[in-house]
């Protein structure tokens, strides 16, 4: 398993940090396939609990969603997500009729696939496209990568007190400590580093960004595995061999992508 995920993460990770490197459209690109992977697998984890969300509608609104962030930016966005919400309900309205009768509780599903992936999910553009979005979105999310890399293993070698046994009885605060100081001192550690490149980044404003990851950027985790756990489903889905699926790759990114954007037009900019 360990040999599994070190061979997908050596593959994927320069993916990644490439895509975020080149930005444009290449960017928008690689994150819609995340999203919309991810959309796919959200639907078919409700479905295994006996809901029937509009998967299809779904996929297509998160896509949507994610393309008219990057070309019109976050007012149209809002514009589009309005018309796949009133798409859905034109969808399982006309489910009831045809004898569907939790079609109202499948309608709050797709709402909620669409809002949690793809309005949230486009905040990964709005934060490339800030002023010096490259070496901010890199210092939000590899600075997680490093928490919860410290997290995993002082959790699994000391981690005694649970935080959400229900939800991830495998976290401790042992291991969550331990990722909160992994991620401030990585975001430190890049954002002194990008300011060879980049003379407006601020280490100081890297190691409060890495902090904020590292204290909230894991509720995103607790919650994909709270879908997961009341449907019983172990992994969001299996493309990446001892990694899971596209929602499990990105339950905590996209907390980053929200959380940073805000972090760094909120307070970064005006105070660094």
């Given amino acids: 398993m360990l040999r599994e995920r070190l061979i997908v993460a050596i593959i ?15 960017f928008t690109l690689f994150i819609t396939v995340l999203l919309c992977g991810a959309a796919w697998e959200f639907g078919q984890i409700f479905q295994t609990g006996d809901h029937q969300p509009a998967t299809i509608l779904m996929v297509l609104g998160v896509g949507g969603l994610i ?3 990057k070309l019109f930016g976050m007012e149209a966005c809002a514009a ?20 569907r009768e939790s079609a109202a509780t499948d309608f709050a599903v797709t709402t909620g696939g669409l809002v949690y992936l793809g309005w949230l999910g486009g905040y990964f553009i709005s ?27 002082v959790g699994r070698r000391w981690g005694k007190h649970k935080m959400m046994p229900r939800v991830s009885p495998n976290k401790s605060w042992e291991g969550w400590i331990a990722g909160v100081l992994g991620a401030a001192l990585g975001g430190w550690l890049l954002a002194a580093l990008w300011q060879l490149v980049y003379p407006e980044m601020n280490p100081i404003a890297g ?32 493309i990446f061999r001892g990694h899971g699926g596209f929602l499990d790759r990105i339950d905590s990114w ?11 037009t909120w307070l970064i900019f005006p105070i660094f």
């Fill in 12 to 26: 994927l990770i320069p993916i990644g940090i490439g895509s975020v490197a080149a930005g444009g459209w290449y």
């Fill in 67 to 69: 393309i008219v962030r």
């Fill in 80 to 99: 589009v997500l309005a018309g796949f919400v009133m798409a859905a309900m034109v969808w399982h309205t006309i489910a009831y009729e045809k004898g």
């Fill in 127 to 153: 934060l490339r496209e800030l002023p010096g979005g490259l070496w901010w979105l890199l210092v939000m999310v590899l600075s997680i990568v490093i928490g919860d890399s410290l997290a995993f293993g």
């Fill in 207 to 238: 190691l409060v960004g890495g902090f904020v990851m590292g204290v909230l950027a894991p509720l995103g985790d607790f919650g994909e595995s709270m879908l997961k756990r009341q449907f019983g489903v172990k992994d969001s889905g299996r």
């Fill in 254 to 264: 996209l907390w980053a992508a929200v959380i940073g954007y805000y972090l760094v």
